[in-house]
Nanobody
């Protein structure tokens, strides 16, 4: 069982940047695709970005494209989401998830973290 831990969330102002991290203790993490999802209060959990096991493939939701960047460091068993030009509508709990292939679909991911809160004030 791959255990994922998110960190780096916080309260920022609109226009600021923030980087959230997803760490795993299991070395097999480097063989998984990893996705970031987010869930705002009263809304469905939605796809944000995903990256393949070797970082060669990335996909982004239209709403974050050109503002967010997903990356990974397999030597550190970590995946990052760099968020720039943050907007109040980016406020949500951000979750990372591991699966076999990079996908925007939640069902493709077998392992989920507990989430980290990102709040963007206007």
């Amino acid at each position: 069982q791959v255990q994922l831990v998110e960190s780096g969330g916080g309260l920022v102002q609109a226009g600021d940047s923030l980087r959230v991290s997803c760490a795993a203790s299991d070395r097999t993490f480097s063989s998984y695709a990893v996705g970031w999802f987010r869930q705002a209060p009263g809304k469905e959990r939605e796809f944000v970005a995903t990256i393949s096991w070797n970082g060669g493939t990335t996909y982004y939701a239209t709403s974050v494209k050109c503002r967010f960047t997903i990356s990974r460091d397999n030597a550190k068993n970590a995946v990052y989401l760099q968020m720039n030009s943050l907007k109040p509508e980016d406020t949500a709990v951000y979750y990372c998830a591991a699966g076999r292939v990079p996908s925007s679909l939640r069902v493709q991911y077998n392992h989920w973290g507990q989430g980290t809160q990102v709040t963007v004030s206007s």
